[in-house]
């Protein structure tokens, strides 16, 4: 009899066993499929089910993917919420961070794409770092980026974040959103001047300024509001045609008349007339 039952006893193990195998192994491709959602429809059902006291991990853990039945009416309703019933206005450049969240392979990157203030974070942080990279010789703007890459990978460690991750709790969220407003904040105490002023702008006024040297033939490509190294160039290139010395940054008149080209034309030449008591004019003169 004790034979019997310690034979069954090592069956239930056995059975045990396979049923963990079995769960980890489900559990790892409803992984897979969760990371391959939009970081946003993600966000979306995320904040769906812990109304409903879930969770996306929770999901992951019981073995459930992104298309499991049970998830369609709060998937659709996502969908519905993001493209909405009508047709909506093109989103603005500081609605979304500097990268395509659709293609966001970290945690970090995730986190960012998650809302508007994460957006507005990634944008401050790499407008700082633009301009601060070309206030620097070209042969330490190689370092420069390597030491920010490092930043971006030491994120996972400080912020006790998983790659494989597609939902994040508070903590998280909050850990890599102060990171980079630090980050920013040691950026912009480098900064002075017309770099400084540069760094200040916001993304739509980035995209106006490349606008303008777009008109002027400067500058080829999409105004996407990113400084790079063609910008830099077609801003060297305006200085010079301006009798200015070849520098990275906009002067504040030059600045003024990328943004405002209509303003800055009034201000150069505008017109005066003066009359008597009588309501005749007594002279027209340009100033």
């Not at 770092?129 to 400080?158: G, H, I, Q, V, Y």
């Not at 903590?171 to 105490?189: G, I, K, M, W």
């Not at 060297?236 to 045609?241: A, G, T, W, Y």
Request: net charge negative; hydrophobic share 35%; with cysteine.
């Amino acid at each position: 009899m004790a034979f019997i039952s310690s034979e069954a006893s090592a069956q239930q193990n056995l059975f045990k066993m396979i049923e963990g195998v079995i769960q980890d192994a489900a559990s790892n491709k409803a992984r897979k499929a969760w990371s391959r959602l939009p970081p946003s429809e993600a966000a979306c059902v995320e904040s769906a089910l812990r109304s409903k006291g879930s969770s996306i991990d929770q999901m992951i853990q019981s073995g459930v993917r992104p298309n499991d039945q049970s998830l369609s009416e709060t998937r659709n309703e996502c969908k519905r919420t993001r493209t909405g019933d009508a047709p909506q206005e093109a989103s603005s450049l500081s609605d979304q961070p500097t990268f395509d969240c659709s293609k966001a392979k970290s945690a970090t990157g995730r986190i960012i794409c998650l809302d508007k203030e994460g957006a507005e974070a990634d944008w401050k942080m790499v407008s700082a770092s633009w301009a601060l990279r070309f206030t620097l010789p070209a042969s330490e703007r190689k370092n420069f980026d390597s030491a920010e890459e490092a930043w971006l990978l030491s994120l996972n460690d400080r912020c006790r974040l998983d790659s494989r991750q597609s939902s994040f709790t508070r903590f998280q969220r909050n850990c890599v959103l102060r990171a980079y407003s630090d980050r920013t904040a040691a950026y912009r105490s480098r900064l002075t001047g017309d770099a400084l002023v540069e760094a200040d702008l916001s993304p739509e006024d980035h995209s106006a300024i490349q606008k303008g040297l777009i008109a002027l033939g400067l500058l080829n490509g999409e105004a996407d509001g990113e400084f790079g190294e063609d910008t830099r160039a077609a801003i060297k290139q305006l200085r010079s045609k301006n009798g200015e010395s070849e520098e990275f940054f906009l002067t504040a008149a030059d600045r003024l008349k990328l943004l405002k080209p209509d303003t800055a034309a009034d201000a150069g030449s505008s017109t005066c007339t003066v009359v008597d008591l009588t309501g005749s004019p007594l002279n027209v003169r340009d100033l």
